[in-house]
């Protein structure tokens, strides 16, 4: 069947605005292959731009589909990514209660992360410092990927290897970093490696060295990754979650599991997009203050779903925030599919 028309947008421009035209029926050839998606059109039988990086060693970019009214692409393989059904559902009713698009709130963001002071890096005193070199993530993370090991129980690998050979074509890469015991007295070797995910999600790969049991521990997504010595596996990110998410793991029995937080740190110094509600308590209806929309704000922390403010005036309050691409706050929303 005709796919239709593809508007292809390189990620390197991160505005999006520079694109190329390209006319496909039935799987692209070469480098630009893709599986055909499910589009829900918009009044002008225009489907919203889709943020994917499907394959994006070789696409690296977003795509918009123009197709008939009442006509549908439908996938050709049971493999079809779950993430690809959720962005084009979030894309075809992209917007918020300020008019924003997702691509006006992911350059904002940008903007933001670039700004000095704004990202956090990991306080890595005595540490060994590895930059994960990717262009393509250059353009959607400002912050940059990278991981922090005491090179006294680590060596450096920093080597591109393919994990399915065979599997998946194109194939899909990751980069091991390192080879490190989580401890000085740690019996267990560990593989750290980078994955930037099918839809730029940037995650780090805990993998056993040893073929006596099951290689594979877990992944967890984030920018950073440190691992200092002290038997924990730290990584923080604002990847798939509204903020900048700082978490702890541990390995037990093969698995990573994450110590437990009542709240997580946000610490996030951003500005109302819109008139807010605070509460004197999460989830209780006693107000504490009226903020005005385009005022200085500081997100402290987050408590199931909601957020403690600091406001200019040094007054705190509690307001709920679902996850999602709309939110009143300016910055704080969820990056990610």
Known sequence: MDWGEILFHHFHNRHLQEHRRAKVSGPAKGKMKFQPLYVIPNEDNIAHPIHICYYQRYIQGVFVFRIEEGEVMRPLSLCFPAFVCAIIVFMSSAGNAVGQSVSERFDMLYEYYSTEGNAFHYNVGGLATLDVE???????????????????????????????????????????????????????EYFIDFDPGMSADPSFVVT???????????????????????????????????????????????????????????????????EITLTVRPGFPETAAVIPAGKPVTVLVSYNDRYLILTETGLTGWIGIASGYESPIKHLFFRGD
Not at 142 to 154: K, L, V, W
Not at 208 to 224: H, N
Not at 252 to 261: A, K, M, R, S, Y
């Open 208 to 274: 056993r060295t040893d073929k006596t049991t099951r290689s594979r521990v877990q992944m967890a997504g984030g920018t950073e990754c440190m691992i200092p010595g002290d038997g924990f596996i730290y990584i923080h990110g604002h990847t798939n979650s509204m903020f900048d998410m700082h978490r702890r793991y541990r390995v037990v029995n093969d698995e990573l599991v994450e110590e437990p937080q009542e709240m997580y740190y946000v610490g996030m110094k951003t500005e109302t997009l819109e």
């Open 134 to 188: 990717s262009p393509f993530f250059d353009d959607i993370f400002p912050e940059g990927i990278c991981i922090y090991y005491d090179s006294g129980i680590a060596r450096t690998i920093n080597e591109k290897f393919e994990p399915y050979p065979g599997e998946i074509d194109p194939p899909h890469y990751r980069i091991r970093l390192i080879r490190t015991r989580l401890a000085p007295d740690g019996n267990t």
